[in-house]
């Protein structure tokens, strides 16, 4: 049998602080949630004055990401490329904020930012993937 990393809700308050702190720094709003490799919701936090929209969408951009293995910018890229059968893809969400998170070359959960605009998701979570590494 073989054994892989997973990701703790340590981890996952750890990557939320630094997302968090990147989102303060610049004076945005967001919602910022980490889930397990199988999708499943491990931490969520909401900024109280940010949109509630924002929730279900940052969970998706974490699930997106995981499920594809792959930043939710390349959707968004290859979308804005002229690549429209990215929306047609299952669970894809074309917009950035959600990247995979990865220990040790192995996909071990999902993190996702939604409040701002796409590439300002995507420094927030920039931030918060440095703190997994």
Do not use: C
């Not at 702190?21 to 199988?38: P, Q, T």
């Not at 929209?53 to 979308?79: L, Q, W």
């Amino acid at each position: 049998m073989t054994s892989k990393p997973v990701l703790t809700l340590i981890d996952a308050k750890r990557i939320a602080a630094a997302a968090e702190a990147e989102a303060l720094r610049n004076n945005w709003r967001v919602v910022i949630a980490v889930v397990d490799d199988g999708g499943h919701l491990l931490y969520l936090q909401r900024s109280h004055d940010t949109q509630f929209g924002s929730v279900e969408t940052a969970i998706a951009k974490a699930h997106a990401a995981i499920a594809f293995r792959r930043p939710t910018k390349t959707s968004e890229d290859a979308v804005l490329s002229g690549r429209l059968i990215h929306l047609a893809l299952p669970g894809v969400i074309p917009a950035e904020g959600g990247v995979p998170l990865y220990l040790n070359g192995i996909v071990v959960g999902g993190l996702g930012i939604s409040g701002v605009r796409s590439s300002e998701d995507g420094q927030v979570a920039a931030a918060g993937l440095a703190a997994l590494t």
